[in-house]
């Protein structure tokens, strides 16, 4: 099939001859329409990253708005912001008000922000640059997927200007067919964005298995790809069903067709059934990512070659291939029948294993390594403090017996909230300072990192461990107030919201500090001139190629020699800071 | 990519991305992405065959009464004319593959033809189900069935919809090899779209198959 000058030219690409100023890919051209038609992953990337943190930040204020008005027990912050004749109406309209608050909260967290995040602005950037490729192997499909992903988070703003959603995230049936808010809208926005979650998972599970540069064996292949590949596979066969889903329940809206809405005959848990076949896959398209992200930065800011590597990229793989098997621990009270119950039980005890072993990796890389305290390993590290804290508490919902009494209450709360957001947001932060130097040529400043990474961690802990606490205790989830509770829980509630309230608001504030900070850098941050300017590299490709990488991403083809974590001994003088 | 200046290559074969080494490397990504899509649409209609289980569970009876008043001529037609134009679908890669360009516009042709015999069969089907008041949900109107056949036929139509319109899409790519293979674009150097266009109407007809027995053969 290949002739003899069709194989991989060693010694340089096209552009390596004939550039008498080097250009990077920022600079390359600055109109805005080289942005708006750019097929270059880099820029796609950055695009998806402007977009995904406009989505979290404007997530973020509205969860703001909820803690606020959880401060006191009783209505009141939100009160302000409705009309009403008289105290009663008042309240309901506030009430309706919280509903459609932490609905769009959630929607826009998960579906604008999580989905997304990693792989398409780390994952787009830097995908192509570990495997040695001039890029995706299907750029113009990468930039119809962030166009979609536009054209879907604008049915989002369009829902919150047409009457909102209040049916949580989660559009349960038969709760969604009957409201008067904007289930359509929003549902098809999410079934839009799900093409894009889709066909971005098709591009990188081709580009992996096609573009990797000579000698790059499947053991060769930085751990972070491992993670992004395990979850394209869950886009690829997870979202589909959400996207059947949602089509069914827009029909099931606007035709009553009956299949999901007993009074038409059909069956309400079999949506809960469909929803979860793609939702519990997916909170691992939010966390897979997380994990690659973790064994870069822990590995490279340890200056150790990562401690188990087949085991981690094995665990990433059999993480997405369990996580199929689990959705029904979501319905334990739902009335599916015991045994299901007991088998989804044992399943998802099973996915705690794979990853546990990423955990104890991670901390068997640490040990005995040249530790640098700076950013990235500072998020890195309370990455897996909060990570482990989420999983384990996993477990308890995942016991029948336990989940019963913790099922809806803000114990689940602060669960998912440890996976996503200390999971999650922290890798993303840590993701973020890891390669900020590498992707734009400039430094952001050491220590408002670190002051950042400590703040968003006190923050949060402030925030969601209290939610523990009072979730044991029995805080519903989802409730607007809480005054109408003996004595006791009121004092508890009351504490442990007022705690959650303070913690959010710190949290928000080191968030908003992270992006000044990083934005500042962006025009005044210290240059990159050349690689010894770098506070780090790695022995991963990304890091061989120009600071910031040029156009087509290499010069000559890189070659894939050893591993991406050989590195050359411990290195004791890379010390952190300035 | 397009920022960059155009370099002569004279290596380069026309239709080669500037991102791959070989013709060889686009062709296989192509194909596997193709095969990874295929993977994805067929997620997407298990879903659709899961809700099929699941209520025709609920309501045997009803699905029984109702899938009499389907029309099983017109499903097998329709059955033939899928079969067929996977096979002429078929024929038209091979003779892409072979450089024989007048038999590939032959077979795309008959192809698109198949595939818009279809279309008017299924129009038939609809209008005779809406001219008899079965529409789907709550706006059906046809009383002669016991039990609620309004569930059956909601299914029906949303199950024979998305293929139908995975068909109108795939008519118009059809349409698009078709146009591209007169201009002379393809030859036993350069087929994978007419290729991956094939798998992707191979499935659709497998799709149709999997749903013609389902819905119009219940007994
Ligand atoms: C060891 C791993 C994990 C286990 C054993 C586990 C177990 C569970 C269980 C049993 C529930 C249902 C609780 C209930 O509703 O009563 C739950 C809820 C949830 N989990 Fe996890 N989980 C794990 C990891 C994760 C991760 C990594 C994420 C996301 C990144 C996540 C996100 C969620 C979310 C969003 C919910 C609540 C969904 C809702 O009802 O709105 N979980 N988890
Ligand atoms: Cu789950």
Redesign the interface.
Known sequence: MTTATDVIRPGGGPSATGHAEEKDYLNVDNSIMSWLFTLDHKRIGLMYLASVLFFFFFGGILALLIRTELFTPGADFLTYFVSGKNAAELKLAAADLYNQLFTLHGAIMIFLFLIPSIPATFGNFFLPLMLGAKDVAFPRLNLFSFYIYVLGAFFFLYTLASGGLDTGWTFYTPYSTSTNTAVIASTFGAFILGFSSILTGVNFVVTVHKMRAPRMTWTRIPLFLWALYSTSLIQILATPVLAITLLLLIFERALGIGIFDPAMGGDPVLYQHFFWFYSHPAVYIMILPAFGVISETISVHSRKHIFGYGFIAASSVSIALIGFLVWGHHMFVSGQSPLASLLFSMITFAVAVPTAIKVFSWVATLYKGSIVFNAPMLNALSFIFLFTIGGLTGLFLATLATDVHLHDTYFVVAHFHYVMVGGTLVAFLAAIHHWWAKMFGRHYNEWCGRISAIFVFIGFNLTFFSQFVMGSQGMPRRYFTYDQVSPELLSIYTRMHQISTVGSMILGLALTFTLFYLAHSLFFGKKVHNDSDLRWTGESMEWKTATPPSPHNFHEQPIAYNSPYDFKEIDHSLGGGH | ?????D?A?A?HPPHL?????????QA??AK??MW??I???I??????F??YI??RY??PKTFLAAHEHLDVSMGALNTVFLITSSLTMALAVRAAQTSNKKWAEINLLLTIGFALAFCVVKYFEYSHKFHLGIF????YAYTHIPG?P??FF??Y??MTG?HALHVIVGIGLLLWIYLKTRTGAFSAAYYSPVENVGLYWHLVDLIWIFLFPLLYLVK
């Open positions: 990519m397009s920022q960059v200046a370099h290559h290596e991305h500037h991102h791959f080494h070989s013709s060889a490397q296989a990504s596997l992405g990874v899509f993977a994805q649409e997620l997407f209609f298990s879903g659709l899961m809700a699941a209520l609920l309501y789907p949900g709550k706006y609620n309004e569930v909601g299914l139509f949303v998305m």
